[in-house]
């Protein structure tokens, strides 16, 4: 069946035109002058029989424009996943992932083994960094971000929530009968989330149970360090619940009064929305999506 369609060109200068309210924003978007603008906006006002703008001092969508917008911009969106999918979708290609270093170590590296079991057909490259990647300049193809968002122009799925929890070796939470117990340990301190007000700190959390004193803290740069060292049975330490809830599962650490503070972060599934239909990422997204609903909530 053929189809009668106006040209592409004219198509795509309407939809930025309509998008922005503006020929000559349309005209920088798309790397042409705001006349060639106006005139694909003629030949498809011609082409169809009927006035898309009204013009005067602002730019108006005529009524039946304004009708068939979305349906076009939806429609430059599915063309633009399709041409993701034939350009990347088909190719043999690792999946990248970049995580941050102590969710990678903590949390994700014990249950890839399940991913790889599940789907031996993806070769998978795990990065691990802090930085906000620019999936514009990097190849990376999917990143698992801590935060509460918005993560703005990307695809984001919430995928496991978030929460403090005290937590000691099992030796040292012997000795912990009472708060005021800590203020004779040593308690640990990770400072990489001292950029995050939600996070508490020892004196205050102590002070919200009633417990005047001042807390012999150690700090650490690192929050992979502080748990390793908790293990250890160097200290008591406030950690984020999923860094620690494999080692509270296997008894290597115990949950000191069965506290949990919740806070508003989680981890997130993000990646561009025109990779949304590549099977690589969409398998490692739902794969991801489903052990983080495993995760015995904090």
């Known amino acids: 069946m053929s189809r009668r369609l106006p040209p592409l060109n004219a198509l795509r200068a309407f939809e930025a035109a309509a998008r922005h309210r503006s020929f000559a924003r349309a005209a920088e978007e798309l790397h042409v002058t705001p006349a060639a603008i106006s005139q694909q906006i003629r030949q498809l006002e011609e082409f169809l029989g009927t006035r898309l703008f009204r013009r005067g001092r602002v730019l108006e969508l005529s009524d039946a424009a304004l009708a068939v917008q979305p349906l076009l911009c939806e429609g430059f969106d599915r063309l633009e ?134 807390p012999r803290v150690h700090h650490f740069g690192d929050a992979s360090l502080v748990t390793q060292a908790t293990e250890a049975g160097l200290g008591v330490a406030m950690v984020w619940y999923s860094l620690v809830a494999d080692a509270l599962r296997d008894g290597k650490l115990v949950r000191l009064f069965g506290t949990t503070l919740p806070t508003q972060h989680a981890y997130h599934i993000v990646y561009p929305h025109n990779r949304a239909h590549v099977h690589k990422v969409a398998a490692f997204s739902q794969w991801m999506l489903e052990k983080g609903r495993e995760q015995i909530a904090p």
């Open 81 to 214: 996943q399709a041409t993701e999918y034939l350009r990347v979708g088909t190719k043999d290609g690792p999946l990248v992932v970049s995580t941050p270093p102590t969710f990678a170590s903590r949390w994700l590296i014990a249950r890839l083994s399940d991913f790889r079991l599940r789907h031996p057909e993806i070769e998978l490259r795990l990065h691990t960094s802090r930085h906000l990647v620019d999936f514009d300049l990097e190849e990376v193809d999917v990143v698992v971000r801590f935060g509460s968002g918005p993560f703005e122009g990307l695809c984001a799925e919430r995928m496991m929530p978030e929460a403090v929890v005290p937590v000691a070796s099992a030796s040292m939470a012997a000795k912990i009968l009472t708060p005021a117990d800590l203020l004779q340990l040593t308690l640990l301190d990770d400072e990489s989330h001292s950029w995050d007000p939600l996070f508490p700190n020892w004196k205050d959390w102590l002070a919200s149970l009633g417990v005047e004193g001042e």
